[in-house]
């Protein structure tokens, strides 16, 4: 026993260790890029050449930690979408791992108990990492009704795209805001308007940035009225938020059965505690208990799991 602790633990730590060298890494990245702007910015002094290792080299690190960050899901271009720290975000998945080993490991051995408990680490970090995508994502779409209908007073008034994209920047609520900030930035290092879009929507995921992107992009190289193009769009971003808003309010009923039926097992086993506790007691002391109980548990966990897929499939279409 005192070898699967250990193996349970090592594992733990390495988890903890991956996302830490990560978050670290990335933080002083950003540090050395700000600074590098900051120093570009104030006028009349130079940009002095950083000496380093091979751009090649940076390239090939910049691969390694794309591919760690996408297997994480960890959001690493949007900083605002963390609603609790990464730090906080490995250890409950390097938690949830230690616990599916102590309950795999008696029903199998400790190798097939280490391997359940990597992979449930693995996917509580993406599942907490999704949720705080998704809710930043539902923010943005959320706001993107107000931003459309933005642009479209300002190209009415005859002022250009790029000038509503910075009115954006100011006058928006966040995240609108901070993400057209980074827009009016790529804009200035001489992106045009439909491409810092696309890299908005690639960066965030939120299909409406692609639709206006290309809609830019068309009318900028054919002409035509785009004031009425881009008010037909934000027509149909609203009536889309509200087929979404709707979808969501029938799954609500779908959403309160299955937060019953994955709490009755615990209060139950709460009353029985307090009614009977000769045979709750059961169920940590006796092995034939212990074996139960973790199959109960990883059964519900599967239920509870395959519920949430469900229920959010149906938003989603």
């Given amino acids: ?45 130079p940009v002095r050449p950083v000496q380093g290792p091979d751009i090649r080299l940076r390239a090939q690190r910049r691969r ?54 990597l992979l449930a680490a693995l996917l509580s970090i993406r599942a907490l990492f999704g949720w705080e995508i998704e809710r930043y994502r539902n923010k943005l779409v959320g706001q993107l009704p107000d931003t459309i209908q933005l642009i479209v007073s300002a190209t009415r008034a005859g002022l250009p795209v790029s000038e509503s994209f910075r009115a954006i920047a100011r006058e928006m609520a966040s995240p609108t805001r901070e993400e057209f900030q980074r827009v009016e930035a790529a804009m200035a290092l001489g992106e045009p308007p439909d491409q810092a879009l696309i890299e ?6 939120v299909a409406e940035y692609a639709i206006f992107a290309v809609t830019i992009g068309v009318q900028a190289r054919s002409g035509g009225r785009l004031a009425e193009t881009i008010q037909n769009l934000a027509d149909t971003v609203r009536e889309r938020l509200v087929v979404v808003g709707r979808a969501r309010s029938l799954a609500s009923e ?12 615990f209060v139950s086993g709460l009353l029985m505690f307090f009614l009977r506790p000769d045979q709750i007691q059961m169920l940590f002391h006796d092995p034939r208990g212990q074996r139960m109980l973790a199959v109960g548990i990883i059964t519900l966990g599967i239920g509870i799991a395959t519920m949430r897929q469900l229920i959010a499939s149906v938003g989603r279409e």
């Fill in 254 to 265: 779908a959403k309160a059965s299955a937060f019953i039926m994955g709490s009755l097992p």
């Fill in 200 to 205: 908005l929507h690639q960066r965030t995921g």
């Fill in 64 to 117: 390694r930690f794309q591919t760690l960050a996408r297997i994480f899901n960890m959001p690493v271009d949007m900083k605002l979408a963390h609603v609790v720290s990464p730090v906080l975000v490995f250890a409950t998945g390097a938690l949830a791992g230690w616990v599916t080993f102590e309950l795999s490991s008696v029903l199998s051995a400790w190798a097939t108990a280490a391997l359940l408990g």
């Fill in 1 to 45: 026993m005192q070898v699967e602790l250990l193996i349970a633990l090592i594992g733990a730590l390495a988890i903890l260790a991956i996302g830490w060298v990560y978050l670290l890494t990335a933080v002083r990245q950003r540090k050395v890029l700000s600074a590098r702007l900051d120093a570009a910015v104030v006028v009349g002094q």
